[in-house]
Nanobody, 123 residues
């Protein structure tokens, strides 16, 4: 059973940066596209970013384009989300996801979710 474990969340001031990590168990990590979603209180879970299995292609939601960067290290079975110029509206629980196809930007293209990590941006 593949598991995804996120880390790196926390409290940061507006304009600051955080780097989220998602470690995957199992041997098939490099065969799948990976993604990040987020869910703010009272809102639906929304797509943030995705990366192809090789790391050669990335895709972002318009709301984070130019501020967030997704990357992966297949040797370490880990995907990252570097978040810069954070805004209070980025406050949410961030979820790592394993994708079916690319880009995995909708729920039906995700087969495994992590447990989530809280990101809070203060103004």
């Amino acid at each position: 059973q593949v598991q995804l474990v996120e880390s790196g969340g926390g409290l940061v001031q507006a304009g600051g940066s955080l780097r989220l990590s998602c470690a995957a168990s199992g041997r098939t990590f490099s065969s799948y596209a990976m993604g990040w979603f987020r869910q703010a209180p009272g809102k639906e879970r929304e797509f943030v970013a995705a990366i192809s299995w090789s790391g050669g292609s990335t895709y972002y939601a318009d709301s984070v384009k130019g501020r967030f960067t997704i990357s992966r290290d297949n040797a370490k079975n880990t995907v990252y989300l570097q978040m810069n110029s954070l805004k209070p509206e980025d406050t949410a629980v961030y979820y790592c996801s394993r994708g079916l196809g690319y880009p995995p930007k909708t729920y039906d293209r995700v087969d495994i979710w992590g447990q989530g990590t809280q990101v809070t941006v203060s103004s």
